[in-house]
């Protein structure tokens, strides 16, 4: 079994700044990629950002040059940090691990709410 421990979210305003954070443990033995999806109220959960092992990253549109994806290895950890951040940002930002070459596992979910 894998656990996922994320944290960072909260309520900020528009054009704030957070930082995300995931750590994984558990039995890895090793990591394909680490990534940050994200669910608002009504919508299907979609790709944030994600990592490989080797630091290729993938970006969704809307968060190009505003999101920045980054990982430990050595700590199995993985960061989001959101810069310039808007109302539409507003989401349940959920971590996902690939892992041991087949498998895959999901967080519980960080709130973050973009408000005035």
């Known amino acids: 079994q894998v656990q996922l421990v994320e944290s960072g979210g909260d309520l900020v305003h528009p054009g704030g700044s957070l930082r995300l954070s995931c750590a994984a443990s558990?039995?890895?033995?090793?990591?394909?990629?680490m990534g940050w999806y994200r669910q608002a109220p009504g919508k299907e959960r979609e790709l944030v950002a994600r990592?490989?092992?080797?630091?290729?990253?993938d970006y969704a549109d809307s968060v190009k040059g505003r999101f920045t994806i980054s990982r430990d290895n050595a700590k199995n950890t993985v960061y989001l940090q959101m810069n310039s951040l808007k109302p539409d940002d507003t989401a349940v930002y959920v971590c996902?691990?690939?892992?041991?070459?087949?498998?895959?596992?999901w967080g519980q979910g960080t709130q973050v709410t973009v408000s005035s």
């Open positions: 558990g039995r890895i033995f090793s990591i394909n990629a």
């Open positions: 996902n691990i690939q892992y041991n070459r087949y498998l895959n596992s």
């Open positions: 990592i490989t092992y080797f630091g290729t990253t």
